[in-house]
């Protein structure tokens, strides 16, 4: 009886064959079982007491004989996986970048890059010792930190040859807005690249049959992220 078990256990379901000419191949595909055959349909031949059905297979070097354990609907519920982990991996990206996003609007609104600093500076003969000048810079910098400033304190500091106490802030903002525009640039690169590779990661659990399939999946996951 063990040896019965065994024997079934261990019985081959499926066998890949290359035939030496073209027309053993034309031959084993008239076997084909029919495109719009019956659920119970059976074929004529039989191979070890089993119903003998054929297909065409994809070349040798195109199979990853690895993933020819997993069944459809092991490959479906880690598709499934995957899409949710890629999903969860691009909105936690989107939301990252739009944080980074308004620091930096927030930066163009307190320091528009459109003031037109020339006429200002102007109305005070281009004078930074004037103490008007001075005066209001420091009256404007409140507004300014609220995002409505006038300009003045842009001005004034931005185009003081001098370093002021009353700029301190102006310049601790201006390297601030430095930094993140260069993590900005960077992030999106190493963001895009650490996606790409956790994809390619992903996609090959996923155990596809061929490299074109899983080549071809790759591709489209990375165009779409």
């Known amino acids: 009886m063990i040896s019965n078990q065994l024997d079934a256990l261990s019985r081959p379901v499926a066998a890949f064959i290359t035939f030496e000419t073209q027309e053993g191949f034309e031959r084993a595909c008239n076997l084909k079982r029919p495109k719009y055959a019956k659920k119970d349909f059976k074929h004529k031949y039989e191979f070890l007491e089993a119903p003998f059905h054929l297909q065409e297979s994809k070349e040798p070097t195109n199979l990853k004989w690895e993933n020819w354990d997993k069944t459809t609907s092991m490959q479906a519920k880690r598709k499934y996986a995957v899409i949710a ?115 390619i990661i992903l996609i090959k659990t996923i155990g596809y049959y061929t490299e074109s399939k899983e080549a071809k999946v790759i591709m489209i996951s990375i165009f779409i992220a």
């Open 85 to 199: 982990a890629i999903t969860v991996l691009l909105i936690g990206a989107f939301i990252s970048f739009y944080i980074l996003k308004i620091q930096t609007i927030s930066n163009y609104r307190k320091y528009p890059p459109t003031t037109d600093c020339d006429t200002i500076v102007n109305m005070y003969n281009g004078n930074f010792d004037d103490p008007n000048f001075i005066k209001y810079a420091a009256l404007d910098k409140t507004n300014t930190e609220d995002e409505k400033g006038a300009g003045i304190y842009q001005c004034f500091c931005q185009l003081n040859p001098k370093s002021s106490d009353t700029c301190s802030d102006f310049t601790i903002d201006k390297y601030k807005a430095l930094a993140l525009s260069q993590v900005v640039t960077f992030g999106i690169v190493a963001v895009n690249f650490i996606i790409r590779t956790i994809n």
